[in-house]
């Protein structure tokens, strides 16, 4: 059997779990979503353009979970061209091309100003 006796009140964390609630992540996500396209759109190698303007971004939530996706609307032969830009792609003649990281290093900086936002939010209500 298990007992917990409390003494005082419980005011400070009936505020905090009040404002918890009026917290709209969303529009946060949203913030940072279109921040995300910009650095994903700099970052994304150029040849036509194409890939580097065919970024967005879908922010939602399913049930108690937040989510942020980028994605990229730029598909040649059924394949998404920043995939191949990202990973690398073996040529038709056998050789391959290889890939280079410029997703990672162009979203962590957006990944860390919402880490950073959310915290102080959550922090300081």
């Not at 917990?4 to 009040?18: A, I, M, P, R």
């Amino acid at each position: 059997m298990l007992s917990v006796t409390s003494s005082g009140s419980f005011k400070n964390t009936e505020q905090f779990l009040k404002s918890m609630q009026r917290l709209d992540i969303l529009s946060i996500l949203h913030k940072y979503g279109g921040e995300g396209v910009a650095a994903l759109g700099l970052a994304t190698p150029k040849d036509t353009g194409r890939a580097s303007t065919s970024w967005y971004y879908v922010a939602g939530r399913n049930g108690s979970t937040y989510f942020i996706e980028w994605h990229n609307r730029d598909i040649e032969d059924g394949f998404p061209v920043v995939v191949r830009l990202q990973f690398g792609y073996g040529t038709g003649t056998g050789g391959y091309v290889r890939g280079r990281d410029f997703i990672n290093p162009a979203i962590k900086p957006i990944f860390d100003q919402i880490e950073t936002e959310l915290w102080k939010v959550v922090t300081s209500a």
